[in-house]
């Protein structure tokens, strides 16, 4: 028993010392070259901010209603369509649109994934399982690029409540979450927050 306590101790050891070394390295190691165009999508783009308007309720970052737009943003030509909120016209988010009598309502949160980051809107994971349930399933996504796991802990408690809703799918891809947290470790703001109009 005694073997396997110190076992068990020394791999416990390790593991903390790897984590521990990971996170160190990452904090000292400058980041390569070639994530130049990638920290531009965790950041707001020129064409982003063009398309986008600051929610005066919350101050975060909101696309622009009834819109469909074309962007080229490092993975090809994609393009998205916003439809309004349901409480604010002025304000949009990507969808096909709510479904009032809609047996279940979700609020899809995530990061650029949950987004449809670099697909047409029928592509995005959350239409296709709309699709496949019909109109007993609505399923509504308040992302946008440049979110990532983070911002959630934000932004999920100022929209709750202005989108009815009994489910709450979070989705999110693995393969980016540490670099965003790295890169939003700093910031005082969401990451999709737009700098407020000038005086």
Same mark, same amino acid.
């Given at each position: =028993?005694?073997?396997?306590?110190? %076992?068990?101790?020394?791999?416990?050891?390790?593991?903390?010392?790897?984590?521990? !070394?990971? $996170?160190?390295?990452?904090?000292?190691?400058?980041?390569?070259?070639?994530?130049?165009?990638?920290?531009?999508?965790?950041? =707001?783009? /020129? @064409?982003?901010?063009? &398309?986008? %308007?600051?929610?005066?309720?919350?101050?975060?970052?909101?696309?622009?209603?009834?819109?469909?737009?074309?962007?080229?943003? =490092?993975?090809? *030509?994609?393009?998205?369509?916003?439809?309004?909120?349901? +409480?604010?016209? @002025? !304000?949009?988010? #990507? +969808?096909?649109?709510?479904?009032?009598?809609?047996?279940? *309502?979700?609020? &899809?949160?995530?990061?650029?994934?949950?987004?449809?980051?670099?697909?047409?809107?029928?592509?995005?994971?959350? /239409?296709?399982? @709309?699709?496949?349930?019909?109109? $007993?399933?609505?399923?509504?996504?308040?992302?946008?690029?440049?979110?990532?796991?983070? +911002?959630?802990?934000?932004?999920?408690?100022?929209? *709750?409540?202005?989108?009815?809703?009994?489910?709450?799918?979070?989705?999110?891809?693995?393969?980016? $979450?540490? !670099?965003?947290? #790295?890169?939003?470790?700093?910031? *005082? $703001?969401?990451?999709? &927050?737009?700098?407020?109009?000038?005086?």
């Amino acid at each position: =028993m005694k073997r396997f306590l110190r %076992l068990a101790a020394i791999l416990l050891f390790n593991v903390a010392l790897t984590v521990l !070394l990971v $996170e160190f390295s990452l904090r000292l190691i400058p980041l390569p070259s070639g994530f130049s165009s990638y920290l531009k999508v965790v950041g =707001m783009l /020129e @064409e982003q901010q063009a &398309a986008s %308007l600051r929610d005066p309720q919350t101050g975060i970052t909101a696309l622009r209603p009834g819109q469909t737009l074309t962007w080229s943003i =490092m993975d090809g *030509k994609w393009t998205i369509t916003t439809v309004p909120f349901p +409480d604010n016209p @002025e !304000l949009g988010f #990507r +969808d096909d649109g709510l479904n009032p009598q809609a047996r279940r *309502k979700v609020f &899809a949160c995530g990061d650029s994934y949950t987004f449809g980051f670099g697909v047409d809107d029928a592509q995005v994971w959350h /239409e296709q399982l @709309e699709r496949r349930y019909g109109s $007993e399933v609505d399923i509504f996504n308040l992302r946008d690029l440049g979110n990532s796991v983070a +911002d959630i802990r934000d932004l999920y408690p100022l929209y *709750k409540d202005r989108f009815p809703h009994d489910t709450v799918f979070l989705c999110i891809y693995l393969g980016n $979450e540490f !670099l965003d947290c #790295r890169i939003n470790a700093n910031r *005082k $703001e969401p990451a999709n &927050a737009i700098p407020p109009a000038g005086p």
